[in-house]
C-alpha cells in the first residue's frame, strides 16, 4: 500500500533532533510521497534543499497568513525561481488565518491575491490555508475561476463550499482533525464527496490524529486519517489507499513515474 502524505512540515523545528532518522524510516511504513509545504520566504530555500535530497519528496513555495507582513514584490521573483527545481510543484501554503490574525487582515488578502495571481501565470496548483475566513476566502478564488488547481488544505468549511471548491478546481484534503471525537460536520463532508477530489494529510508536527492526539505528529501516522476515511466511506481500506494516491499525483500536476 502506497501512501501519499499531501502536506507535511518536516522542517519544523519540533523534528531537528529525529529528522533524519524519520525520513529514511518512512518509505518502508509505506508513506512512498511526501509534499513538503513552505510557510515564509526564509523557507524556501530550505525546502529546495530537502526535496533535492530526498528523492520521495515534493515542496512547495509560498508565504502563509501569517507572515503576509514579510511579503514584497521581490517575494513572486524567489518564488518563481524556486518553481525552476523539477520537484518544487506548487505554491503553498497561502490563504487567510482570522482565527489568530498575526498579520492584518487586509495585508493577509493582498498576499493571497499576489500568489493567486501568479499561480494562474505559472499554471501551477496552490496549497490553500483558510482558517475563519471562508467568505474572503471563496471571493478570491471566485476571482479566478477557470485559472485555479490545487488543495483546499485542512479543509473546515461546510459542504456547500466544499463542491464549491471542487468546481473551481480544488481537491479536499483531510487530516488527524477527521478522527476528532467533535469532528461530526468534517464526517458527514468526507462521507460524500466525490472520492475523485479528497485527498489526506497529516499537517505534522501539527493536528496530530486520535489515539496520540497531544504528541507530536508525523506521516506515519498518516494511517489513522485513512483507516477513518475508510470507515466513513464504508470501502475497502487497500482500495481507498490507491484511490487517494492517484488523486494527489493529480491534484499536484505530477506525472507518475
Not at 532518522?21 to 511504513?29: G, I, N, T, W
Not at 499576489?114 to 499554471?123: G, T
Request: proline residues 4%; glycine residues 6%; hydrophobic residues 40%.
Amino acid at each position: 500500500m502506497n501512501i501519499f502524505d499531501t502536506h507535511a512540515h518536516l522542517l519544523d523545528e519540533q523534528f531537528d533532533a529525529d529528522r533524519e532518522q524519520l525520513l529514511v524510516s518512512l518509505p518502508e511504513q509505506g508513506i512512498t510521497h511526501v509534499m513538503e509545504a513552505c510557510c515564509d520566504e526564509a523557507g524556501i530555500d530550505r525546502v529546495i534543499e530537502l526535496v533535492a535530497r530526498t528523492p520521495y519528496f515534493y515542496g512547495s513555495a509560498g508565504v502563509h497568513p501569517h507572515s503576509a507582513d514579510e511579503w514584497k514584490p521581490e517575494t513572486a521573483d524567489h518564488i518563481r525561481a524556486a518553481l525552476g527545481h523539477e520537484r518544487m510543484v506548487a505554491i503553498g501554503e497561502i490563504g487567510l488565518d482570522y482565527h489568530y490574525d498575526f498579520s492584518p487582515r487586509e495585508t493577509q488578502r493582498d498576499c493571497f491575491d499576489a500568489q493567486l495571481a501568479l499561480a494562474a501565470e505559472l499554471r501551477r496548483p496552490v496549497i490553500i490555508h483558510d482558517r475563519e475566513a471562508h467568505g474572503d476566502t471563496m471571493d478570491l478564488l471566485r476571482h479566478y475561476r477557470g485559472r485555479l488547481s490545487g488543495v483546499m488544505h485542512c479543509f473546515s468549511a461546510s459542504y456547500e463550499i466544499a463542491k464549491e471548491c471542487i468546481d473551481l478546481g480544488l481537491y479536499i484534503a483531510f487530516g488527524g482533525a477527521l478522527t476528532f471525537r467533535n469532528a461530526v460536520n468534517q464526517w458527514a463532508i468526507a462521507a460524500k464527496l466525490p472520492l475523485d477530489r479528497l485527498l489526506i494529510e497529516t499537517d505534522c508536527p501539527y493536528m496530530t490524529p486520535v489515539p496520540f492526539r497531544g504528541k507530536r505528529n508525523d506521516p506515519s501516522l498518516i494511517v489513522y486519517t485513512l483507516d477513518k476515511l475508510s470507515e466513513l466511506r464504508g470501502a475497502d481500506r487497500e482500495a481507498l489507499a490507491e484511490i487517494l494516491y492517484d488523486n494527489s499525483f493529480r491534484a499536484f500536476g505530477i506525472e507518475q513515474a
